[in-house]
């Protein structure tokens, strides 16, 4: 299920991130608590009334050392090509200038809607400076403050009422989506190509919604599955492309639209930081999630090579200890046959259901044999175990006081959960509830 998308645009310092965080809030992201890995906000979840969407900030999309309107017309490019709705931010201070008039050009040109907000009206005595924006042609100018968060419903009022409305065709059906996510030249296009070349008479491209993404279906031995379009997939020869960030904002949105996501490391070069970054995004996901050793024709191996690059995927990958790995080349084929079943092996346990009575039962052997913990003489009891949701599966625990799950208890109950149902290549959740609640 797909969300729909707005792109905040504007010059440097009119206000762009502290709009931003101001509308997507405090999320937490388990991304950030990893060593090494500082989160890009430049996209993120949001909710307003009663709409989920996603907020990208194109001005986190660094575009190297281009001039001031080049890399003005590049986010503007950006949120065209990403986006339903554009956020178009002006500093109601500062009056209209040249890159102000370029971007609306560019976004009046696109079609899309966009909605105007005049930043920085910390007060009713500025009100009028947002007047002047009316010439640039682009509707009505909202007047707003980032950094006191007034306006700010208006502005998403006026966002919310041009979403297009909800698809409801991409859910509900017995349909694998799945991505090939991870940094350049990985092998993500040759492996899509390797996969679809045997499959060429069934493929067909489904036409993206708003944005031109190609996703791609086949049936493969009586499963229907679509692969999700993702950078480095359909380029298009544009400077944006070659980004870090932009490729991190690309495979943001894929591993959203994926049931399963596969991160795919280099054998040749191993495993670096921005792999790292790109996996704990898949995991934060909640999705299915299996790791491709791809160009494994182009090492020089004996009978321990894979076992050893096996280990050093474990070390950096420590949350992804659910995730199956292979090893495989795009360019020799060798091995991607064993991709699809385990693909729909995956995406089958990401929904899979568990009986309650069966779950309880577990849960409460492992509890014999592993007696809950306690915290100052009280000590946690749980009553009754039910699994409230899929994808991924997740384990409501109905306790006396939430507080008394620890975390190694519950991966302790995690692994005990995993040792019995398999559960292979999905995360599970397992969230403590006050009983009664
Ligand atoms: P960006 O470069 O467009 O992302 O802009 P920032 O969000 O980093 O903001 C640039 C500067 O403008 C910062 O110093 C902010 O504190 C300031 N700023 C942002 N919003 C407002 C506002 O509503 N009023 C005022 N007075 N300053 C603001
Ligand atoms: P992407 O940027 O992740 O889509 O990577 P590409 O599919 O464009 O591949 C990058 C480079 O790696 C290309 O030169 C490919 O020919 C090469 N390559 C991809 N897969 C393999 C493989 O399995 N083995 C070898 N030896 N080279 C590969």
């Known amino acids: 299920m797909s969300k729909p998308v707005m792109a905040i645009v504007g010059r440097p310092n009119v206000g762009k991130s502290t709009i ?11 991304v950030e608590d990893m060593p090494g890995v500082t989160r890009d906000r430049i996209y993120s979840s949001a909710e307003w009334l009663n709409h989920e969407f996603n907020v990208i900030d194109t001005g986190g999309i660094e575009i190297g050392d281009e001039p001031l309107l080049v890399q003005m017309r590049q986010q503007a490019e950006i949120s065209i090509d990403e986006a339903d709705v554009i956020v178009f931010i002006v500093d109601g201070r500062e009056g209209i200038t040249a890159a102000d008039e370029e971007v609306a050009k560019l976004l009046f040109r696109s079609n899309k809607p966009v909605v105007l907000g005049v930043n920085k009206i910390d007060n009713p005595e500025r009100q009028e400076l947002i007047y002047e924006f009316y010439s ?15 306006g700010l419903g208006d502005l998403l009022d006026a966002v919310v009422r041009h979403f297009p409305d909800r698809k409801t065709d991409e859910e ?5 989506r799945f991505s090939l996510i991870g940094r350049p030249n990985v092998g993500k296009s040759s492996l899509v190509n390797s996969i679809l070349g045997k499959e060429r008479v069934i493929v067909s491209n489904i036409a993206g ?18 692969i999700i379009d993702t950078a480095g997939m359909r380029k298009k020869g544009k400077v944006y492309e070659s980004t870090e960030k932009y490729s991190v904002l690309r495979a943001l949105r894929a591993i959203e639209r994926s049931d399963v996501v596969c991160v795919v490391l280099n054998a040749e070069e ?3 930081e921005q792999d790292k970054k790109v996996a704990g995004y898949a995991h934060e996901a909640g999705k299915g999630v299996i790791i491709i050793v791809n160009k494994w024709d182009a090492i020089e191996k004996d009978d321990k090579t894979m076992k050893e690059f096996e280990q050093k995927v474990r070390d950096h990958f420590l949350y992804l200890n659910y995730a199956p790995i292979i090893f495989v080349s795009a360019k020799t ?29 577990v ?48 991966r302790f109950l995690e692994n005990k959960i995993r040792e019995t149902f398999g559960f292979i290549g999905t995360p599970i ?4 509830r006050k009983k009664n609640e």
């Open 333 to 361: 084929k060798q091995r991607l046959h064993t991709l699809y079943p385990l693909i729909a092996q995956v995406a089958e346990n990401h929904s899979l259901r568990i009986q309650t009575n069966v779950l309880n039962d």
């Open 136 to 150: 640039l042609g682009i509707g009505e100018p909202i007047a707003i403050s980032g950094a006191h968060g007034l």
């Open 20 to 30: 931003f965080n101001r509308i997507v809030g405090d999320r937490v992201s388990i």
């Open 270 to 272: 191993g495993i670096i």
């Open 172 to 176: 509900d059906d017995d349909t694998i």
């Open 209 to 226: 919604t708003t944005r031109d993404a190609i996703d791609t279906e086949f049936i493969k031995d009586g499963q229907k599955f679509v």
């Open 429 to 432: 959740r397992i969230v403590a």
């Open 363 to 410: 849960v409460m052997d492992a509890v014999a044999m592993n007696p809950t913990p306690t915290d100052n003489g009280k000590r946690l009891k749980i009553n009754y175990v039910t699994q409230v949701a899929i994808k991924p599966p997740t384990i409501a625990l109905f306790v006396n006081d939430p507080e008394l799950l620890h975390f190694s208890y519950r």
